[in-house]
């Protein structure tokens, strides 16, 4: 019990830490007038003149015309060191993800890797999450098992020798220890919160535009101002309720 107290307690203590650096990189990334810029050579950044593919989970290769203007992507970008952190991030994606491949929504999803942050390393060690990191192995080995391990099917992901591709992206996209940026199918960036965007909305975010967020927060204050029994208690997948006496007894609202 008192071990995994102890997991317990270290396992929110790295989530405080990432909460905490998230919003502290997010105000400061509304401040840089970088941002203000919506429109990106994405295919640019994510290919190089001697590299015109990306890989997937099996290590194949995937060339940059079956991507280039014809999916929406999300690019991931964090610390592949970090596992745990990584295992949140993608288990706040996978549900949307699974149902957008259903609703047969034309969407790709990038991994790139961030180097290691001297300075994120020291805070994660300060506070008791030394044994979430994966740092005493060399960069290269720790992220072939992260790819092996972690990537989920159908992502794709940028090669990691290429440094100064993986560089440019985190330079200019990462705005918190896991970013998730959208673009839509011309490269225009969408938002570079598509971690809270997706942990909020789901799947009905797509395709994570402005536009399309201000529908569903219209729509979450309607369903506010017009509450009643119905409204609190049941959703649109589930219209009854279950008996706390005895599990089989449904409860029919109507």
């Given amino acids: 019990p008192l071990k995994r107290r102890e997991g317990y307690i270290k396992k929110n ?3 405080q830490i ?5 919003t502290l990189i997010s105000l400061l990334s509304l401040l840089s007038s970088d941002m203000a810029e919506t429109h ?3 295919a640019g950044l994510l290919f190089s003149d001697s590299r015109d593919f990306l890989l997937d989970s099996h290590g194949t290769q995937v ?3 079956a991507i280039e203007g014809k999916l929406t992507v999300g690019l991931l970008i964090g610390p592949h060191w970090l596992p745990k952190a ?3 991030a993608l288990s706040i994606i996978a549900e949307p993800y699974e149902e957008l491949l259903k609703e047969g929504k034309p969407i790709i999803f990038i991994y790139v890797a961030s180097d290691r942050d001297p300075e994120l390393i020291e805070t994660i060690q300060k506070y008791g999450g030394a044994d979430d990191l994966d740092i005493d192995r060399p960069d290269a080995e720790s992220f072939d098992d992260v790819v092996k391990k972690n990537l989920p099917h159908g992502w794709l992901y940028m090669p990691f020798d290429d440094v100064e591709s993986r560089m440019r992206v985190v330079e200019r996209f990462k705005t918190s220890i896991f970013s ?3 673009f839509d199918s011309d490269g225009v960036l969408q938002t570079d919160q598509g971690l809270a965007l997706l942990d909020k909305w789901g799947a009905p975010a797509y395709p994570f535009s402005a536009d399309q967020i201000n529908v569903l927060e219209q729509e979450a204050k309607q369903r506010l101002e017009n509450q009643n029994l119905k409204v609190l208690l049941v959703h649109e ?7 706390s006496k005895e599990s089989n ?3 029919w609202i109507t």
Avoid: A, G, P, W
């Fill in 63 to 65: 060339k940059r015309d």
């Fill in 237 to 243: 997948d589930r219209d009854y309720l279950i008996s």
């Fill in 40 to 42: 990106h050579n994405l």
């Fill in 18 to 22: 990432l909460y905490v650096y998230h």
């Fill in 180 to 182: 998730l940026c959208f």
């Fill in 13 to 15: 203590v790295l989530r």
């Fill in 249 to 251: 007894i449904q409860v």
């Fill in 86 to 88: 990584l295992e949140y």
